[in-house]
């Protein structure tokens, strides 16, 4: 997006569509927070744990660093980082339009 940000989309549950059910992963429905560095990330897993608050990561998704635990309502929360290069990104904006495409036609014959 024009200002940095992310959006990120993911192709589950085989294909059936957008649609909430049993076997869909926990981890799909979701907030992220970023916050500035990795240090911040690491710090704030820490407090959580004190807190006694059980926390997954860091996870290092090649671009951006995480972590993932639950809010006292049941919803996934994940705050993270960002670790991109600059090469990283210009290589993903290159292939970003072609990749889409090719999904978009995969899922179009499969219907």
């Not at 927070?33 to 290092?60: C, H, N, P, W, Y």
Request: glycine content about 6%.
């Amino acid at each position: 997006m024009g200002d940095g940000s992310y959006i990120a989309f993911f192709d589950i549950c085989d294909g059936k569509g957008a649609t909430v059910s049993s076997d869909m992963p926990p981890w799909v429905h979701h907030f992220a927070f970023e916050a500035e560095s990795v240090a911040d990330v690491v710090q704030m897993k820490a407090r959580l744990e004190r807190a006694g608050v059980e926390v997954l990561g860091i996870t290092d998704h090649h671009f951006i660093n995480s972590i993932y635990f639950f809010d006292p309502n049941g919803l996934r929360l994940e705050i993270t980082a960002r670790t991109e290069t600059r090469e990283y990104m210009e290589k993903a904006k290159s292939e970003a339009h072609a990749a889409l495409a090719s999904w978009t036609e995969q899922k179009r014959s499969s219907m």
